[in-house]
């Protein structure tokens, strides 16, 4: 066995990858070097005898699959993982008989490729006459599979991811809808990932967490003495979002006296501060998100029809966990290894009666909520199981549940306050924290709900 940390070697035309993939891979405590090309490469794996390599397969001069068979001449059995942000079910097949053990998608799920990394070097480091086990089989992260940071190979994420593709490489506006809890900033920010905006920033606003006085000084930005407290000046999103993305989030939650102010600046791509005189240009392609139905808000007048035509140029529809039921038990597979992790102790696992509890339930917030409910049953679970009674009530019994029932059942003498802080944490929960939504159930402002956990003290 080595003594040292292993030696990882990166390979990429990216520098802003590279530099992220770099740091990523430093603080899960490897050694790690650094190529833009495959000539380089060489000089590395020469000099430095890297103990596994991670490279691009779209690189000038040599791909990274020309590269893997250079190298293999030199010592077959070092481990070479290969990285694409345009995967095909063929390239992954060439990559796998040229002698990769992996191949991995862009934008990278970091958790999968640090088991990925973690499994290879195991494997590479074993003694000479030792036998290796059998390697456990994993999807390759194909368009037949997982997609990013996305976890699910369902028709209806298929059909995702096929859009994702699609619309990234365009400039085009996107409109994305979906439940709450469905992964709409995550769609969002693996559309500027895949984009030839992806050195640039990503911005992610929510409008529904922006106190209304304050809307148009975020969104358009400051100049100094504009108004009481402005005491300098401060750029906008987009000025902020520069060469890069700005994704507006609940984009119906937006006051309506402004939405005329953002469709002119979507249409000239010039802003004027409050309270300045010039206008200053910016180059930025937005993504927009609500959870409701767009065309429903338009015919309410929440949100203007033609600031709706202006970021509908594409649609990507997210569906709802109840309507891809089968990507279930491996999401909740990954997030109680994330979680197990995070926790301490060791890796918890689902009982079958379990995972039978949860996919029976209709997840009224999506992924979220799944999550939530999974770093719970790992919390709970100590013993590495997570049994039926580590799950809530109202998921062991779905009969009283609030979603079926539509009520909730207090104790005889509660008192209002305990009874409204029960109702708050209740919706909190249906709806996997999301609070623009607990708001809209409730009734109630955004604000409202903020105050309300504050004052009680509760972090969510």
Request: net charge negative; glycine share 6%; aromatic share 6%.
């Given at each position: 066995?080595?003594?040292?940390?292993?030696?990882?070697?990166?390979?990429?035309?990216?520098?802003?990858?590279?530099?992220?993939?770099?740091?990523?891979?430093?603080?899960?405590?490897?050694?790690?070097?650094?190529?833009?090309?495959?000539?380089?490469?060489?000089?590395?794996?020469?000099?430095?005898?890297?103990?596994?390599?991670?490279?691009d397969?779209?690189?000038p001069?040599?791909?990274?699959?020309?590269?893997?068979?250079?190298?293999?001449?030199?010592?077959?059995g070092?481990?070479?993982?290969?990285?694409?942000?345009?995967?095909?079910?063929?390239?992954?097949?060439?990559?796998?008989?040229?002698?990769?053990?992996?191949?991995l998608?862009?934008?990278?799920?970091?958790?999968?490729?640090?088991?990925?990394?973690?499994?290879?070097?195991?494997?590479?480091?074993?003694?000479?006459?030792?036998?290796?086990?059998?390697?456990?089989?994993?999807?390759?992260?194909?368009?037949?599979?997982?997609?990013?940071?996305?976890?699910?190979?369902?028709?209806?994420?298929?059909?995702?991811?096929?859009?994702?593709?699609?619309?990234?490489?365009?400039?085009?506006?996107?409109?994305?809808?979906?439940?709450?809890?469905?992964?709409?900033?995550?769609?969002?920010?693996?559309?500027?990932?895949?984009?030839?905006?992806?050195?640039?920033?990503?911005?992610?606003?929510?409008?529904?967490?922006?106190?209304?006085?304050?809307?148009?000084?975020?969104?358009?930005?400051?100049e100094?003495?504009?108004?009481?407290?402005?005491?300098?000046?401060?750029?906008?999103?987009?000025?902020?979002?520069?060469?890069?993305?700005?994704?507006?989030?609940?984009?119906?939650?937006?006051?309506?006296?402004?939405?005329?102010?953002?469709?002119?600046?979507?249409?000239?791509?010039?802003i004027?501060?409050?309270?300045?005189?010039?206008?200053?240009?910016?180059?930025?392609?937005?993504?927009?998100?609500?959870?409701?139905?767009?065309?429903?808000?338009?015919?309410?007048?929440?949100?203007?029809?033609?600031?709706?035509?202006?970021?509908?140029?594409?649609?990507?529809?997210?569906?709802?966990?109840?309507?891809?039921?089968?990507?279930?038990?491996?999401?909740?597979?990954?997030?109680?290894?994330?979680?197990?992790?995070?926790?301490?102790?060791?890796?918890?696992?689902?009982?079958?009666?379990?995972?039978?509890?949860?996919?029976?339930?209709?997840?009224?917030?999506?992924?979220?909520?799944?999550?939530?409910?999974?770093?719970?049953?790992?919390?709970?679970?100590?013993?590495?199981?997570i049994?039926?009674?580590h799950?809530?009530?109202?998921?062991?019994?779905?009969?009283?549940?609030?979603?079926?029932?539509?009520?909730?059942?207090?104790?005889?003498?509660?008192?209002?306050?305990?009874?409204?802080?029960?109702?708050?944490?209740?919706?909190?929960?249906?709806?996997?924290?999301?609070?623009?939504?607990?708001?809209?159930?409730l009734?109630?402002?955004?604000?409202?709900?903020?105050?309300?956990?504050?004052?009680?003290?509760?972090?969510?």
């Amino acid at each position: 066995m080595l003594e040292r940390p292993p030696r990882i070697l990166v390979v990429d035309d990216d520098p802003t990858f590279r530099d992220v993939l770099e740091m990523r891979l430093e603080r899960w405590g490897y050694q790690v070097k650094v190529a833009d090309r495959a000539r380089r490469a060489r000089e590395l794996v020469e000099r430095w005898r890297p103990d596994l390599i991670l490279s691009d397969v779209v690189m000038p001069e040599v791909s990274g699959i020309q590269l893997l068979n250079q190298l293999r001449e030199d010592e077959p059995g070092r481990p070479v993982i290969l990285l694409t942000a345009h995967a095909t079910v063929e390239m992954a097949v060439d990559a796998m008989k040229v002698g990769a053990v992996d191949f991995l998608t862009k934008p990278l799920n970091y958790q999968n490729l640090r088991a990925v990394v973690e499994e290879a070097l195991a494997r590479h480091r074993l003694p000479d006459k030792e036998e290796p086990a059998p390697r456990r089989k994993r999807p390759a992260s194909t368009p037949e599979s997982d997609f990013g940071p996305f976890i699910g190979s369902s028709e209806a994420m298929q059909e995702v991811y096929e859009l994702i593709r699609s619309v990234a490489e365009s400039d085009a506006s996107v409109l994305i809808t979906g439940e709450s809890g469905t992964g709409k900033e995550l769609a969002a920010q693996t559309i500027h990932e895949l984009s030839p905006r992806s050195s640039g920033p990503f911005i992610a606003v929510n409008t529904s967490a922006i106190p209304r006085e304050l809307m148009e000084s975020e969104i358009f930005g400051h100049e100094k003495g504009a108004f009481t407290g402005a005491t300098d000046a401060r750029p906008g999103c987009f000025e902020m979002a520069n060469e890069g993305t700005l994704f507006l989030d609940e984009i119906g939650e937006m006051p309506k006296e402004l939405q005329p102010k953002l469709l002119r600046v979507l249409d000239s791509a010039r802003i004027r501060r409050v309270g300045g005189q010039k206008e200053v240009t910016f180059d930025v392609r937005t993504l927009a998100a609500t959870n409701r139905d767009p065309r429903d808000a338009v015919k309410e007048g929440v949100l203007r029809e033609d600031l709706f035509f202006r970021l509908n140029v594409f649609h990507i529809q997210l569906p709802p966990l109840r309507d891809r039921k089968g990507d279930l038990p491996r999401l909740a597979r990954r997030f109680a290894i994330e979680f197990s992790k995070k926790h301490g102790g060791e890796e918890r696992r689902f009982e079958d009666e379990t995972l039978d509890l949860m996919e029976a339930y209709d997840w009224p917030g999506n992924v979220r909520e799944l999550r939530n409910l999974v770093e719970r049953g790992v919390v709970v679970a100590r013993e590495g199981r997570i049994r039926p009674e580590h799950l809530p009530p109202y998921l062991r019994n779905p009969e009283r549940s609030p979603e079926e029932t539509g009520s909730f059942r207090f104790p005889e003498g509660a008192s209002a306050a305990e009874v409204e802080k029960e109702l708050y944490l209740r919706t909190l929960d249906a709806t996997g924290n999301n609070k623009a939504e607990a708001a809209r159930r409730l009734g109630v402002s955004v604000r409202t709900v903020r105050n309300k956990l504050n004052a009680w003290k509760i972090d969510r």
